[in-house]
């Protein structure tokens, strides 16, 4: 596993701040360079000027990703009629499969609004690197489940929260709790023009 002890900690104290509390500053993204499910370039800058929330899945997944992605999907009805303060992104940690079509046919699962919701793959190294070294959170290789063609590929199951200015601000559970920790958190950035 590719995630740090000081990573661990960050995951922690993320969800943990009072209301009057600012959210930590967790990291700054470095620049990458991948495509979104249209087949257009996606990188930080795409990023600037609006908070986001992102996530990590593969459309082959068999276990935790349609939930992170029905999480997702709820997030957007919470924050509809936000999108120029807010936006999601989910993140294929199976580019080898994962390409523009396929994401886009994904996408539409779970109606995505391609205005507030983007789905980005990329070569994998560019996409390991970006959610490795970029959101710091777990992704590892493909690994066969023993159950025909099915595989399982290691990655977070956290929400990363990054402000308008590209800065990690909170790793959030999928669970309820932590689904609500992250809405108020992704709140408080907008009402701060974070």
């Avoid at 997030?75 to 009629?81: I, K, N």
């Avoid at 396929?102 to 980005?120: G, I, Q």
């Avoid at 990054?162 to 609500?180: C, F, L, M, Q």
């Amino acid at each position: 596993m590719r995630v740090g002890a000081a990573v661990v900690a960050c995951m922690l104290l993320a969800g943990g701040c009072e209301d009057g509390e600012p959210l930590p500053r967790l990291g700054t993204l470095p620049s990458f360079a991948l495509v979104d499910q249209h087949g257009d370039a996606f990188g930080r800058q795409d990023m600037q000027g609006r908070v986001w929330i992102a996530s990590f899945v593969f459309t082959r997944c068999p276990t935790i990703c349609p939930t992170l992605s029905m999480k997702m999907e709820e997030l957007q009805r919470r924050f509809t009629g936000r999108s120029g303060e807010i936006a999601l992104v989910s993140f294929s940690v199976d580019p080898e499969n994962d390409t523009p079509a396929v994401l886009r046919e994904h996408a539409a699962r779970y109606h995505a609004d391609p205005s507030m919701w983007t789905w980005v793959t990329g070569p994998t190294e560019q996409v390991s690197d970006t959610v490795v070294r970029g959101f710091r959170v777990a992704m590892g290789e493909p690994t066969p489940t023993g159950n025909g063609d099915e595989y399982e590929i290691m990655h977070s199951s956290h929400f990363v929260l990054v402000d308008r200015d590209g800065t990690i601000r909170g790793y959030y559970a999928s669970d309820p709790e932590g689904v609500a920790e992250l809405t108020a958190a992704a709140a408080k950035l907008v009402e701060e023009g974070r």
